[in-house]
């Protein structure tokens, strides 16, 4: 899978368009996820940040995911657990979840591309 990786450049012009600060905290939570193909939780992003910015909060880090999703700088790959998972690969793919482990992977099929939502399904969105 051609997996492209966004720049800094990236969420930084993303986050003027958006009139988001660029901040040295949601630089560095960018910078966590652009290289993790783990699709890391909230939680796991957390810790890795509270390493290098002690006093940041757990709410700040929950809400600059949630804020990048917004402006289209994340994605997000929902769990069977209802947790919320980030992803930062933009290009089309889907995902598999395990539900023992919780390991989400990526993959791409051209089939899975096509496949029509059932209006069923559509309209509960």
């Known amino acids: 899978m051609k997996k492209q990786i966004k720049s800094i450049e990236f969420l930084t012009t993303r986050c003027k368009e958006h009139n988001l600060r660029i901040t040295p905290q949601r630089t560095a939570i960018y910078k966590a ?10 939680d796991i992003v957390y810790k890795i940040i509270k390493a290098t910015f002690p ?9 600059t995911l949630l804020s ?5 700088v994340l994605k997000i790959a929902e769990s069977y657990n209802r ?3 980030f992803d930062p ?6 995902h598999l979840s395990c539900i023992k482990c919780g390991k989400i992977i990526d993959f791409e099929n051209k ?5 029509k939502i059932p209006n069923s399904i559509k309209n509960k969105q």
């Open 83 to 85: 947790q919320k998972r």
């Open 55 to 63: 006093n940041i909060s757990f709410d700040t880090v929950n809400r």
């Open 111 to 115: 089939d899975f591309d096509e496949l």
């Open 33 to 42: 996820l652009q290289n993790d193909r783990s699709h890391p939780s909230a």
């Open 89 to 94: 690969n933009l290009e089309r793919h889907h």
């Open 68 to 72: 990048f999703v917004d402006i289209g």
